[in-house]
């Protein structure tokens, strides 16, 4: 039986990121400390449109280089990614069955602006713990640890 797992804070997880919580989610925790790293799911996300998968990508200020902490990696507001985010949801899952009734959940994540990265991917993350109804408490890492074994991409088990 694992003891437990860390996993880094994702832009719009997929769903096996949740299943994987759901089995450790007697000892989780998130990584606070980690290094940003570029073109991974800490700002983007793939979903389902009409035409195949769609990528999203949270744009982030230039400056945001490989030794830059998660939690200092700043969101650009250069354009409006905001909006095409919203309008791409909207489009790909507006027929869904239920979308109605979470998309003013969501809305907020694409009206509303933050300034860093980490801060936003943790709201929208305790957001859909809510909605997925996993009842987890949120406990961060108090440093890096390169000890903990890699957990296939998502996280890494606590020895």
């Known amino acids: 039986m694992e003891k437990g797992a860390v996993f880094p804070l994702f832009y719009l997880p997929p769903v096996e990121y949740f299943s994987r919580i759901v089995l450790h989610k007697e000892n ?63 489009t790909s899952y507006r027929s869904s069955a239920y979308f109605e009734f979470y998309e003013d959940d969501f809305t907020l994540f694409y009206e509303k602006q933050w300034n860093f990265l980490f801060d936003y991917n943790e709201e929208l993350t305790r957001l859909l713990l809510k909605l997925l109804k996993i009842n987890i408490p949120i406990k961060y890492t108090d440093s890096f640890e390169k000890t903990y074994q890699d957990y296939l991409g998502y996280g890494r088990k606590l020895a």
């Open 28 to 90: 989780i925790l998130f990584e606070n400390a980690e290094n940003f790293q570029k073109q991974s799911y800490r700002n983007r996300a793939t979903i389902h449109s009409p035409n195949g998968k769609l990528d999203l990508t949270v744009p982030v200020i230039k400056g945001s280089k490989s030794h830059t902490k998660m939690k200092d990696v700043r969101i650009s507001y250069d354009f409006q990614w905001q909006r095409m985010h919203l309008m791409s949801l909207q």
